[in-house]
């Protein structure tokens, strides 16, 4: 099933002066069938940093998005991982819900540095603005620096049967209340993972090893 939302306002898609929308850009180019994009192929600013490559495919992983799913990014940051899902599954949409405007601004310049049409922007918080976003998706990403009950509780209700949720966290608060929160809601095949990325820096001589903020991934389904 194909779906089709209806037009986002935060879509910037400019005007070619004949009353038509201009085309998007040329996109990035990446001719590899795998997931993972480079960091560094993505636009950052202060403050804002794109999840790394690692825990990137992770996430996709348990989120086994279909090729027409209908799929929620709650907490869009960057754009990084929404980006990463919209481009594996052109017959399907990905609307993304971000609070902060400098985030929905770099979110925006990177849908458009990827040529990304399937990709829609909403500015709002959740639980609140969460009916912005198309009734009924298959597949939940929730991106939470905190505890998060009434949010999970939120996308729950919205997330259709068999559907499938992602949620990361780098709290234990987070983790304890997506788990505790899940047994309460009878989730199916509730998996747990915490993920370190390490890599390789060179000073000079000297080669280390540095490590990432660590993530938990709370993979559950309805």
Same mark, same amino acid.
């Given at each position: 099933?194909? @779906?089709?939302?209806?037009? %986002?306002?935060?879509?910037? /898609? ?15 180019? $990446? ?30 992983? @348990?989120? #086994? ?6 799929? $929620? %990014? ?18 399907? =949409? *990905? +609307? /993304? ?22 990709? @829609?922007? +909403? ?6 603005? !969460?009916?912005?976003?198309?009734? +009924?998706?298959? #597949? ?14 939120? *996308? $729950? ?19 304890? %209340?997506?788990?505790?929160? !899940?047994?309460?809601?009878?989730? @199916? ?8 990325? +390490?890599?390789?820096? #060179?000073?000079?001589?000297? =080669? ?13 389904? #309805?």
């Amino acid at each position: 099933m194909t @779906h089709s939302p209806p037009a %986002d306002p935060l879509r910037l /898609t400019g005007s070619s002066g004949s009353g038509l929308p201009a085309p998007l850009p040329s996109p990035y180019g $990446w001719d590899f069938v795998t997931p993972g994009l480079p960091d560094a192929a993505f636009e950052d600013a202060p403050g804002f940093s794109p999840t790394p490559m690692e825990l990137r495919v992770m996430l996709l992983a @348990h989120l #086994r998005p279909r090729a027409d799913s209908l799929v $929620w %990014d709650v907490g869009g940051g960057t754009g990084a991982l929404a980006l990463e899902i919209a481009r594996l599954m052109p017959a399907g =949409a *990905v +609307h /993304t819900l971000e609070r902060d405007p400098e985030a929905i601004e770099l979110l925006e310049r990177n849908r458009l540095r990827f040529g990304i049409g399937n990709l @829609h922007i +909403h500015a709002g918080r959740a639980p609140d603005d !969460l009916p912005q976003l198309p009734p +009924h998706p298959d #597949r939940v990403l929730l991106e939470v620096g905190r505890p998060l009950g009434d949010v999970l509780r939120a *996308v $729950w209700d919205a997330l259709q049967e068999r559907g499938r949720l992602v949620i990361s966290t780098t709290s234990l608060e987070g983790l304890v %209340d997506a788990t505790d929160t !899940l047994g309460q809601l009878g989730a @199916h095949d509730v998996q747990v993972v915490q993920a370190t990325v +390490h890599r390789m820096q #060179r000073r000079g001589s000297q =080669a280390k090893l540095a490590a990432a903020e660590p993530l938990f991934v709370i993979a559950a389904e #309805r």
